[in-house]
């Protein structure tokens, strides 16, 4: 079974600091990746980016960047230079790459995100 | 850009009543899911569906729930008898590969039981 834990319900960033919003997770499987989310008040989910279990390097994606630390179990999404436009819910989430295994994606409970100018 | 998308965008129904979501995933994308989402809540797996039929599905996804895909670029969501307890956001998701480095969402359906 996999499980995400997102620890912080709300976080609060000054306009154009960078933020950390933390995820760890828990899997028995040998490879997997993680996502990120944005889910604005709208309501669509927005995908971020993506982080494999094998891969090297940290993702990045402009202004989001994944700092992964497999010992850890940990996926925290960074955010450089936020923007008012970047308040919103994100989520973490995990999908087993094992092969045969189920392919949904596991969510934690997201971090509420407010940008203050 | 490819987009998934969801119609309706809300829907009110009554109690009892059969409602039917409708998605249409990305043009190439093979693997198709719902998932849903109870207000204030996480985001939760209901089905999956390969080549015309379920792959994975959770203990949400009872009798009640139904998936299809009628024709070449539709993908539905039916649920038959509707709940006070159904009411929740439900999103359509599609991806090219079963463990894909993405899965891309449509905007959501709104879906209100009264």
């Known amino acids: 079974a996999q499980k995400i834990t997102q620890t912080q319900p709300g976080m609060f960033v000054q306009e154009k600091e960078a933020v950390t919003l933390d995820c760890t997770y828990d899997?028995?499987?040998?490879?997997?990746?993680l996502f990120w989310y944005k889910q604005p008040s709208s309501g669509e989910m927005i995908f971020l980016i993506y982080?494999?279990?094998?891969?090297?390097q940290n993702a990045t994606e402009g202004r989001y960047s994944l700092n992964f630390q497999k010992a850890r179990k940990s996926a925290n999404l960074v955010i450089s230079a936020s923007q008012l436009g970047d308040s919103a819910m994100y989520f973490c989430?995990?999908?087993?790459?094992?092969?045969?295994?189920?392919?949904?994606?596991?969510f934690g409970s997201g971090t509420q995100l407010t940008v203050l100018p | 850009e490819p987009e998934v998308t969801q119609t309706p965008s809300h829907q009110v129904t009554q109690m009892g009543q059969e409602v039917i979501l409708r998605c249409v995933p990305i043009?190439?994308?093979?693997?198709f899911y719902w998932y849903r989402q109870i207000l204030g809540q996480k985001v939760e797996f209901l089905v999956s569906?390969?080549?015309?039929?379920?792959?994975?599905k959770s203990e949400i996804f009872d009798d009640q729930f139904s998936v299809e895909r009628p024709d070449g670029s539709n993908f539905t969501l039916k649920i038959r008898s509707t709940k006070l307890e159904d009411s929740a956001m439900y999103f359509c998701?599609?991806?090219?590969?079963?463990?894909?480095?993405?899965?891309?969402f449509g905007q959501g359906t709104r879906l209100t039981v009264v």
């Open positions: 998701a599609s991806s090219l590969r079963p463990q894909g480095t993405e899965a891309f």
């Open positions: 899997t028995s499987d040998p490879s997997y990746g």
């Open positions: 982080q494999g279990s094998y891969d090297q």
């Open positions: 989430a995990m999908r087993s790459l094992t092969s045969g295994s189920a392919r949904q994606l596991t």
């Open positions: 043009s190439n994308h093979l693997y």
């Open positions: 569906f390969y080549n015309n039929e379920i792959s994975e």
